[in-house]
T-cell receptor, first 116, second 116 residues
């Protein structure tokens, strides 16, 4: 799986948009970008994923650059409960090359702190 | 709908003893995964079940770890004998039948293992 690079930590004011960047310059054409987060003492939580088009759901938006070498996760109105470690993960389509569909490679992630 | 449940939430044992962790996936989810985070390290994949069959066990650290999923429902992860370096949080996750576009794993709260 392609390697991802994320800032170690970020701060955001409550109510403002949180923009979390991720670099994945070695991403392959068949690899998706996934975002998960882990709130303290809980298990990881899926947020969103995309291939090349921008995606939006009830939790967040995912903006992928045209060359697909980087992406940004946007939390439009951050709340204190969004304080967590955010993981950007790149992986191929399920089953490609024998890779287990759910075999996610978690890096260090970005510690997002939302303050009042 | 119940989420992924894990038991026990915390276990404290002495080196050399045996511990069995249990995971109940979301009902109807064929795929079940085990991950763990040892102190100071990243979350790592251990193995993947499709129903009762092991699809990928490439992340299992050694033969002291035994995972089972009899009947394709709940799963157990046994550590025997436990070593100090096994201390950490063990996460279980489940997902629906493998699909090209679906990337969402549902994680449990984790079982914290402390080996003294």
């Amino acid at each position: 799986d392609a390697k991802t690079t994320q800032p170690t930590s970020m701060d955001c004011a409550e109510g403002r948009a949180a923009n979390l960047p991720c670099n994945h310059s070695t991403i392959s054409g068949n690899e998706y970008v996934y975002w998960y987060r882990q709130i303290h003492s809980q298990g990881p939580q899926y947020i969103i994923h995309g291939l090349k088009n921008n995606e939006t759901n009830e939790m967040a938006s995912l903006i992928i650059t045209e060359d697909r070498k980087s992406s940004t996760l946007i939390l439009p109105h951050a709340t204190l409960r969004d304080t967590a470690v955010y993981y950007c993960i790149v992986r191929p389509l399920g089953g490609a090359g024998g890779t287990s569909y759910g075999k996610l490679t978690f890096g260090q992630g970005t510690i997002l702190t939302v303050h009042p | 709908e119940a989420g992924v449940t894990q038991f026990p939430s915390h276990s404290v044992i002495e080196k050399g003893q045996t511990v069995t962790l249990r995971c109940d996936p979301i009902s109807g989810h064929d795929n079940l995964y085990w991950y763990r985070r040892v102190m100071g390290k990243e979350i790592k994949f251990l193995l993947h079940f499709v129903k009762e069959s092991k699809q990928d066990e490439s992340g299992m650290p050694n033969n002291r770890f035994l995972a089972e999923r009899t009947g394709g429902t709940y799963s157990t992860l046994k550590v025997q004998p436990a070593e100090l370096e096994d201390s950490g949080v063990y996460f279980c996750a489940s997902s629906e039948r493998q699909g090209i576009r679906s990337g969402e794993l549902f994680f449990g709260e984790g079982s914290r293992l402390t080996v003294l």
